[in-house]
Protein backbone atom coordinates (compact mmCIF):
# COMPACT_ATOMS: atom_id res chain seq x y z
CA UNK A 1 0.00 0.00 0.00
CA UNK A 2 2.61 2.16 1.30
CA UNK A 3 4.18 1.76 -2.98
CA UNK A 4 0.88 2.72 -4.15
CA UNK A 5 0.90 6.11 -2.33
CA UNK A 6 4.27 6.93 -2.91
CA UNK A 7 4.31 6.25 -6.67
CA UNK A 8 0.59 8.12 -6.57
CA UNK A 9 2.21 10.98 -5.15
CA UNK A 10 5.20 11.23 -7.19
CA UNK A 11 2.78 11.13 -10.28
CA UNK A 12 0.57 14.15 -8.73
CA UNK A 13 3.83 16.16 -7.84
CA UNK A 14 4.96 15.88 -11.47
CA UNK A 15 2.00 16.28 -13.08
CA UNK A 16 1.98 20.14 -11.47
CA UNK A 17 4.32 21.46 -13.64
CA UNK A 18 2.19 21.17 -16.91
CA UNK A 19 -0.57 23.41 -16.10
CA UNK A 20 2.21 26.20 -15.19
CA UNK A 21 2.63 29.50 -17.25
CA UNK A 22 5.77 30.77 -18.69
CA UNK A 23 6.80 34.22 -18.43
CA UNK A 24 8.32 35.86 -21.14
CA UNK A 25 10.59 38.24 -19.87
CA UNK A 26 11.78 37.75 -16.11
CA UNK A 27 13.68 41.41 -16.06
CA UNK A 28 13.24 43.30 -12.63
CA UNK A 29 12.34 46.80 -13.18
CA UNK A 30 14.34 49.55 -11.26
CA UNK A 31 12.51 51.49 -8.63
CA UNK A 32 10.90 54.66 -9.54
CA UNK A 33 11.37 57.98 -8.06
CA UNK A 34 7.81 58.02 -6.07
CA UNK A 35 8.12 53.96 -5.19
CA UNK A 36 8.94 54.73 -1.42
CA UNK A 37 7.88 57.50 0.74
CA UNK A 38 10.66 59.85 2.28
CA UNK A 39 9.73 58.43 5.87
CA UNK A 40 10.22 54.96 4.29
CA UNK A 41 13.52 55.58 3.32
CA UNK A 42 14.78 57.31 6.36
CA UNK A 43 13.64 54.45 8.27
CA UNK A 44 16.00 52.10 6.02
CA UNK A 45 18.74 54.34 6.34
CA UNK A 46 18.43 54.06 10.60
CA UNK A 47 18.15 50.19 10.37
CA UNK A 48 21.04 49.99 7.92
CA UNK A 49 22.92 52.27 10.45
CA UNK A 50 21.74 50.30 13.56
CA UNK A 51 22.72 47.11 12.56
CA UNK A 52 26.07 48.02 10.70
CA UNK A 53 26.72 49.47 14.41
CA UNK A 54 25.42 46.40 16.47
CA UNK A 55 29.28 44.44 16.21
CA UNK A 56 31.02 47.37 17.64
CA UNK A 57 28.74 48.41 20.20
CA UNK A 58 28.99 44.22 21.10
CA UNK A 59 32.66 44.17 21.00
CA UNK A 60 32.84 47.90 23.19
CA UNK A 61 30.46 46.51 25.96
CA UNK A 62 32.29 43.06 26.06
CA UNK A 63 35.66 45.09 26.66
CA UNK A 64 33.54 47.55 29.24
CA UNK A 65 32.25 45.11 31.22
CA UNK A 66 35.33 42.73 31.10
CA UNK A 67 37.36 45.87 32.63
Not at 17 to 43: C, M, N, R, V
Amino acid sequence: MTRFLAAVLLIVCSCQAIGAQTADSHTPLPYGEDEFYTWQKDLRRAEIITFGSLPFGTFRASISSDI
